[in-house]
């Protein structure tokens, strides 16, 4: 304990605090160290197996879209084609849901119900299923994808899955990420 409270009043050369990831990172070893000590005979028990590690803030993030820069971006995908009205739809269903990446890529066509306004996100963050209210405007557009684009993009067996790539397969976290993260809809 003194020593966890020593790297909290521990200043780096500059004067600033030493950051909780520093700190974390030093009493997770000695944690493990004793861990370790403790599992081969050495010691009779763990010191620091209750040992509470410092836990950063929690902030906010400092920057939020404005409505006019969310319109921008929700209006970047060419409705014109395919592709765009199923990009289209799912950038308004996480502005409208606030779901992650994960949870999106899991959505079964069953999972939307169009009469109530919901969606049911199963096993999302901490393997939970909830249910979730889904704005009318981004409503039409998955209805508007469900009917006009996806029935071309399902190749083969049909699981359900609701998004799918132009290859027809289901997304994966990370071409779903890279399908946003440097595309620019022509």
Known sequence: ???????HRRRRKDGRPMSFRSQNGRLSMLRSFFGWLARQNHILYNPAADLELPRPEKRLPRDVLSASEVERVL?????????????????????????????LIGLREHD???DRGTVMIRLGKGKRDRVVPIGGRASLWVEKYLTEVRPELVAGRDDGTLFLTYRGEPFN???????????HWT
């Not at 304990?1 to 790297?7: C, Q, S």
């Not at 976290?173 to 595309?183: D, M, T, V």
Request: glycine share 4%.
């Open 112 to 114: 939307l119900d169009f």
């Open 1 to 7: 304990e003194r020593y966890r409270r020593e790297l």
């Open 75 to 103: 209006n970047q995908p060419d409705a014109k084609k395919p592709l765009g009205v199923r990009d289209r739809a799912i950038l308004e269903t996480f502005y409208s849901t606030g779901m992650r990446r994960s949870e």
């Open 173 to 183: 976290e990370s071409r779903i990420a890279r399908l946003f993260q440097h595309r």
